[in-house]
């Protein structure tokens, strides 16, 4: 029967980015609206690692609220841990930034980013070439590290990854 949820749990979430990207599906109004994101929240809730990713960044950008913010950086954090390229790069902006539940932390923003990096994530390759260039996120100037950054940065194609 697990398997029979997960079937039914990536299906909703194709039928939420199909609400979410399609405008033409159905109008955009609030109650579509509503209904893309419960349908993001329960994948999300179920552990469906895109929808983590998806909903955990609509929540920590776009909440008012505090705690809906921290629990869309949870669920960012989630997705990042379970190997999503764009939330690696989104928990390493959380970790730069900081917000009410994770506080700065420049050590685990430059894991992150390094994670995603590595992973083909150039924005992220390409904030460790600064960071080296100018000295930011608490490291040491280094010509080479940020050199070796930029080139990794500049091996990856950027229309895939740009929205993360």
Do not use: N
Not at 33 to 53: I, N, V, W, Y
Not at 77 to 92: C, I, M, T
Not at 106 to 126: P, V
Request: a positive charge.
């Amino acid at each position: 029967m697990p398997q029979a949820s997960s079937l039914f749990t990536r299906l909703e979430f194709r039928l939420a980015e199909q609400l979410f990207h399609t405008r033409w599906l159905l109008p955009r109004s609030p109650r579509t609206q509503r209904l893309t994101m419960r349908l993001f929240k329960r994948c999300a809730e179920a552990g469906h690692p895109d929808a983590l990713s998806v909903y955990g960044h609509m929540l920590f950008h776009r909440s008012v609220s505090p705690q809906d913010k921290a629990r869309g950086a949870r669920y960012v954090l989630e997705a990042a841990q379970a190997g999503d390229v764009k939330s690696q790069y989104q928990a390493a902006q959380i970790h730069e930034h900081g917000c009410a539940q994770y506080p700065r932390r420049e050590d685990y923003a430059i894991t992150w980013y390094a994670r995603a990096a590595q992973s083909g994530h150039f924005l992220a390759a390409e904030r460790l070439a600064r960071a080296y260039l100018l000295g930011e996120l608490g490291l040491a100037v280094d010509s080479e590290q940020a050199a070796y950054w930029q080139r990794m940065a500049d091996r990856q194609p950027r229309a895939a990854l740009a929205a993360g």
